[in-house]
């Protein structure tokens, strides 16, 4: 069986990337996405016109091509997710690797996949901070990142 995926040992790959030396911060670049994520945060975006290109392996392109059509307030099982994604929900488990793998978090919303019975699995950002985001989208408040999910 031949192995895709990173090819860098795992402690090096944990580590975040930095940029490198030529990289001049330039925040009036990134202001359309900036207030773009403010208006998702204020409630008053539910769909991202940002473009996003994360580099990946092209399952998981498929994966995060497919987390971008989750709508707004809506969850998916990781199997749904796969099914649309590749065809085949049997491969809910690569498919939530890939999910994890996600480097633009809510834009492309990893949040909005769920365990195949409706419990909230498998956050980066824990999953304290998965319900939250949950809750902001059900138009439900949010208190001091305490949120209790149904």
């Known amino acids: 069986m031949t192995r895709r995926g990173p090819t860098r040992p795992a402690a090096e790959r944990r580590k975040p990337l ?9 925040d009036a670049g990134l202001a359309r996405e900036t207030a773009e994520l403010e208006a998702y945060f204020a409630g008053e975006l539910q769909e991202f016109e940002m473009t996003v ?11 995060w091509a497919e987390l971008a059509r989750i709508p707004y307030g809506e ?6 997710l796969a099914r649309r994604a590749v065809g085949r929900a049997g491969a809910a488990r690569a498919a939530g690797a890939a999910n994890g793998a996600n480097p633009v978090a ?3 919303p990893c949040h909005r996949v769920i365990g195949a019975n409706g419990s909230l699995v498998g956050y980066g950002g824990g999953l304290n901070r998965k319900a939250m985001l949950l809750a902001h989208e059900r138009g439900e408040e949010v208190f001091d990142g305490l949120v209790p999910y149904p």
């Open 18 to 26: 930095e940029p490198g030396p030529d990289w001049i911060r330039d």
């Open 53 to 63: 290109e994360p580099e990946g392996t092209p399952f998981r392109r498929k994966v």
């Open 75 to 80: 969850t998916w099982s990781y199997g749904e």
């Open 106 to 108: 809510i834009v492309l």
